[in-house]
């Protein structure tokens, strides 16, 4: 297949809004492919890169002006093949080598192939094709249940492996991806709940109240005494935190899958600032130099896999049940997330009080009788907060005035479309920032301007690649607003380093505040 069908299917999706649409124009692509186009085509059409990080910035590509090809002639074989060679051009002299390869690609491509690439390459391809569009579109295209596809997509953690396998083996081969140790699956997420009273009355009484720590997700596999630790984003960070591995590699089991957080805690067992938690996991966020002698301890509250079983469709009380089994209490460094099971209306309230009091965000509600649903943001898990916060993407800054001259202040929010679009602007705030956050947010800025920004100018549109939690009052409706809703006295809490863009709250959820 020429790469100017793909640019041609990527450029209609990037012009539509309907999800369906989006999803059928992909499926045609999809079945139009050979058996080795899969793979890349697959990982371009939603934003990515076969061969991920490939070491080209912005500034290469900026440089690399050549002349556009008449007539489209490159195949996607041939560029994936060109990719390869770039990724592959590491050492002394590895960027003059990269920017032969990209030159000659770029020399090759006709002017829409030249944009669809260095977007591509900047990995801001906004096309509109979210994972969930092309898991759709996968299923679509390869005529199987879309839950048959997700449910492989979560246990195998790579959207073109799994479209290989639907396009090729079909819902039994999709049925066959499983759970593997020392394979991460991607973790089940808690929804926003309106209040503890709200969440209760829609989960009922057969429920578990744990505390809500302002930590970092983990997610520890250990087999024989090899252990391995995964963050939120499936980033490995296993060599940055031996004191987890070494608390996990002491358990009374061979093999075991947990699901926990983890947070630095001062001498009277209170958390410490959140950077000093993400300090450990090479953020470059602020507070990223705060000392690394802090020690981070962990708290599970789920267990995937222990010693052969699978765990994944029992439900929640039995694998608490097994857990309670694995972990032993120890006051003085205990394992297990803090909670209660079956709680009245009052005890609840109390797991909640003795969270905040504890300086936790507050408190997680869960079903009992669901299952793990792996990279699923359901209904089951509810996430319970004194104050709304939101995780909404920096897509713009202003330069401050009055006592912050000279710094980049004032930031733009977006909420992420759930259609797969840019993020959708929903208000500005200036509040809730130290003067380090000022600092870090004048150098940082400036590299993630979007290109032809001019960065002398009072207002710069950002590439959407930052996260930053929100707290609010409420939503209000606005026409000021393309979302046509505003956020209500925003301030900012903190960045978030270990969140991605798809991993910020929708537009759906900002509207879900209005009164």
Known sequence: ML?????????????????????????????????????????????????????????TLAGLRVPAAEEPSLTVAQVDALLDDVAASTGSGS?????????????????????????????????????????????????VPAAAVRRAFMLSGSLPATAVTALTSGEAGLGAVGLEVMRPVRPMLASPGSSLDEALAALGADVTVEHKLDGARIQVHRDGDVVRVWTRTLREVTDGVPELVDRVRALPCSTVVLDGETLALDDDGRPRAFQDTMSRFGSDGPGADAAAAVVLSPFFFDVLHLD?????????????????????????????MPGRRRPSAADAAQVLDDALAAGHEGVVV??????????????????????????????????????????????????RDPDGGEPVMVGKTFKGMTDELLAWQTETFPRHAREGEDLDGYVIALRPEIVVEIALDGALRSSRYPGGVALRFARVVRYRPDRTPADADTLDAVRALLP
């Open 308 to 336: 052969g079983h699978d765990l994944l469709d029992a439900p929640l009380a039995e694998r608490l049940d097994v857990l309670a089994g694995l972990l032993t209490d120890d006051e003085h460094a205990p394992l297990r």
């Open 95 to 143: 960027g003059a080598r990269r920017e032969v390869v990209l030159r000659g690609l770029l020399a090759r491509a006709t002017a829409d192939e030249q944009r669809f690439l260095t977007d591509l390459l900047r990995g801001e391809l906004r096309q509109g094709a979210l994972e969930g569009v092309v898991l759709d579109a996968v299923a679509g295209a390869a005529a």
């Open 366 to 415: 869960k079903d009992l009788a669901a299952p793990y649903a792996a990279g699923r943001r359901g209904r089951a898990w509810q996430k319970v907060k004194p104050v709304h916060t939101l995780d909404l993407v920096v897509i713009g800054v202003e330069r401050g005035s009055g006592r912050r001259t000279g710094t980049w202040s004032n930031i733009h929010l977006g909420a």
């Open 3 to 59: 790469l100017s069908e793909v640019v041609a299917v990527s450029r209609a999706v990037g012009a539509t809004r309907s999800r369906l649409t989006k999803a059928e124009a992909l499926a045609g692509l999809l079945r139009r492919l050979g058996p080795g186009e899969v793979t890349p085509a697959t990982a371009w059409l939603s934003g990515e890169l076969r061969q991920g990080r490939v070491g080209v910035g912005h500034r």
